[in-house]
C-alpha cells in the first residue's frame, strides 16, 4: 500500500495531492494550466476544511513541519494561488494580463 | 450596516481642485517625447541617476559582518559591490579591481571575508581595503594603501539602504528625505521586513511610464475592476479619488481611500483571520506614525509614498510595498515589486500572507499589461501629449522635478537642453 500523502485525519483530501506543491512557481504553473473546472473542484473540495486545515497545522511551527503536514501546508497555499482566479476572475488568469511567468519570484 | 458617510476631505475634494494649490505646475499636457527620446534618457542618467539618492537594499539583507550583495546598476554605468564590515557597518563600493578594472565580485549575494579578483587575484577585506597582490615585487612604486576599491557613499533610513554615486553629494540623506522621512519613522518597516516576497520583471517600457502607474489611484476602478472590485472603490467614490495629495521638492505622497464596507471573499475572509492583506482595514489611529495617513482620514487605506527618483513605497496598516523602477535603456526598465511582512508565528499567518502576496502579485500583473502596451504605440507620434486630470497631480509633479533635475533649476548643475 503507498504511502498517504497527507496526515491521517485529511484522508479525504488524497485525490487533491497533485496540488501540494511547494513553490509559488509551480502552484502558479498548476493553476495556469488547468481548466476553470478543475480550479473550481479542487476550490470546492478544499475550502470547507480548510478551517480544519490551518487548525491542525497551527500546532506545529511553521518553519518545521513533518512530511505530511508539510505537503497539507503547501496544499493550503494552493488555495491561496487560485483564490483570486475563482472568486475575482473567473478564469485561470485574465485574458489581457500580463505573463505570470514573467514575473520571476526573488523569494524562492 | 449602517449607512456610511461620505467621508470630509474627499467631499472637499469634490469643491476644489489639488492643483489649485499648486499653481507653479500648471494643468498643461505633458509632452511624451520624455518617454522615447535617448537624449532625455542620457541626461536623466547624467543629472538624475548619478547625483541623487538611490535605495538599493534592506539592512535585513546583510546579517553577519561579511554578508554581501552584489547589485550592477546599468543605469549610472557601473556595479555596487555592498558589504557589511567587522564593525557591523554597511559599506558600498564600485564594484571593480583596482588592477586591470575586472569586475571583482560576481555573485549576487553571499558571505565573504576576502573578496579576490578571479583575474590576478588581487585581494580586498570588507573595508576595501586592498590586502594582498600576488607577485607584488614585479610592480613598479606600488602603494596598497592607494589602491582599495573606490568607495560609494552610504547611508541608511528606517533599515533602507542608500547610495548616493555623486562623488561629494550635495546633501545628506535625511536632508534628503526632508519632512517625507521624518513623517514615516516609527513605522515598523524592519518588523514587516522580516518575511520579503519579491519579483523582478523586465519591462519593455520607459521607466517613468511603469512608475507613473503606480502614482495614481484614478485607474483603480477600471483596471482592477475584478482584482478590486470594492477595496478603494465605493458607491460614494466610484472613481477611487484619493482623500490627500501632498508635494515636496522631490518626493510626493497620496493618500488612499479604503471603502469601509469591502466585502472579503471566501478565502480573504479566512486568511483575514490570521493576518493582514492589502485588503484589511482594522488599523488604530494612535499607532500610525504622523507621517501615515497625516490627515487622519477614518476612511484611510494606503499611503504611496513617491521618494525621488525611482522608489514607490506604499505603506498599508500590517503591510508595505516598495516598487523600484531602474532604467535599463529609454524603452527598458528593470521593475523590482517587493512585499513585506511580519514574520509568521504560525501557519496560518503564513497562509494569510500568501493570499495577501498572490492577489498583490495579480494585482501587479494588471498593472504590467498596461506599460508595455502604451510603449508599443507611445512612439507612433500619433499623440505629442499625455492628458492629466487633478487626481494625477503626482504624475504631473514627478515630471516637472525631472525637468528641473536635467535644467538645474532645482539648485543642482544640470544639462542644457
Known amino acids: 500500500m503507498s504511502e498517504r500523502c497527507f496526515p491521517e485525519s485529511f484522508k479525504d483530501l488524497e485525490p487533491l495531492a497533485a496540488w501540494a506543491l511547494e513553490t509559488e512557481t509551480a502552484r502558479s504553473r498548476k493553476r495556469q494550466a488547468s481548466t476553470m473546472a478543475e480550479i473550481q473542484a479542487f476550490y470546492d473540495a478544499l475550502l470547507p476544511r480548510m478551517q480544519a486545515v490551518l487548525s491542525y497545522l497551527n500546532r506545529f511551527p511553521p518553519d518545521g513541519l513533518p512530511v505530511q503536514e508539510a505537503r497539507l501546508f503547501y496544499l493550503s497555499l494552493a488555495l491561496a494561488e487560485v483564490a483570486p482566479a475563482v472568486e475575482l476572475f473567473q478564469q485561470p488568469s485574465e485574458p489581457d494580463t500580463y505573463p505570470v511567468e514573467k514575473f520571476i519570484p526573488e523569494h524562492e | ?417
Open chain 2, 1 to 417: 450596516m449602517a449607512a456610511v458617510a461620505a467621508p470630509s476631505l474627499h467631499t472637499e475634494t469634490k469643491q476644489k481642485r489639488w492643483h489649485d494649490l499648486y499653481p507653479e505646475l500648471g494643468t498643461h499636457p505633458l509632452s511624451v517625447d520624455r518617454f522615447t527620446s535617448p537624449t532625455y534618457f542620457e541626461r536623466e542618467r547624467e543629472c538624475i541617476f548619478r547625483r541623487t539618492w538611490l535605495m538599493v537594499a534592506r539592512e535585513e539583507e546583510f546579517r553577519k559582518p561579511g554578508d554581501y550583495l552584489m547589485r550592477d546598476l546599468p543605469v549610472a554605468n557601473t556595479s555596487l559591490l555592498l558589504v557589511r564590515g567587522k564593525d557591523q557597518r554597511i559599506r558600498a563600493f564600485h564594484n571593480v579591481c583596482s588592477h586591470r578594472l575586472n569586475k571583482l565580485v560576481w555573485n549576487r549575494t553571499g558571505n565573504c571575508q576576502v573578496f579576490s579578483c578571479k583575474f590576478h587575484g588581487w585581494s580586498y577585506n570588507t573595508e576595501g581595503r586592498l590586502t594582498f597582490v600576488p607577485d607584488e615585487d614585479q610592480f613598479f612604486d606600488l602603494n596598497k594603501e592607494h589602491l582599495g576599491l573606490t568607495p560609494v557613499t552610504t547611508d541608511t533610513w528606517e533599515g533602507f539602504v542608500f547610495v548616493n554615486l555623486a562623488p561629494t553629494p550635495q546633501e545628506t540623506l535625511p536632508e534628503y528625505l526632508g519632512e517625507l522621512g521624518e513623517g514615516l519613522q516609527g513605522y515598523p518597516f524592519s518588523t514587516y521586513a522580516a518575511t520579503r516576497y519579491a519579483w523582478r520583471v523586465e519591462v519593455q517600457a520607459n521607466w517613468k511610464v511603469v512608475q507613473d502607474a503606480f502614482q495614481e489611484t484614478y485607474h483603480v476602478g477600471v483596471l482592477h475592476r475584478r482584482s478590486l472590485p470594492d477595496s478603494f472603490t465605493s458607491k460614494d467614490n466610484p472613481y477611487s479619488h484619493s482623500f490627500a495629495y501632498k508635494l515636496y521638492k522631490n518626493h510626493r505622497r497620496l493618500s488612499a481611500y479604503g471603502n469601509p464596507a469591502h466585502q472579503p471573499t471566501p478565502v480573504e475572509q479566512l486568511a483575514m483571520q490570521f493576518g493582514p492583506s492589502i485588503n484589511t482595514r482594522d488599523w488604530v489611529l494612535e499607532e500610525l506614525p504622523a507621517g501615515v495617513n497625516p490627515e487622519r482620514s477614518p476612511y484611510w487605506s494606503t499611503d504611496a509614498n513617491s521618494i525621488f527618483p525611482n522608489l514607490v513605497l506604499i505603506v498599508f496598516h500590517g503591510t508595505y510595498i516598495t516598487h523600484q523602477f531602474w532604467p535599463l535603456a529609454a524603452d527598458r526598465t528593470l521593475w523590482e515589486a517587493r512585499t513585506y511582512y511580519p514574520q509568521p508565528q504560525n501557519v496560518g499567518q503564513r497562509f494569510s500572507q500568501e493570499y495577501s502576496k498572490i492577489l498583490t502579485r495579480d494585482i501587479f500583473l494588471e498593472d504590467a499589461s498596461t506599460v508595455e502596451a502604451t510603449q508599443s504605440v507611445l512612439a507612433s507620434g500619433a499623440k505629442q501629449h499625455y492628458t492629466l486630470q487633478d487626481h494625477e497631480l503626482l504624475i504631473r509633479h514627478t515630471h516637472k522635478v525631472i525637468d528641473d533635475w536635467i535644467q538645474g533649476s532645482n539648485g543642482h548643475r544640470g544639462v542644457n537642453p
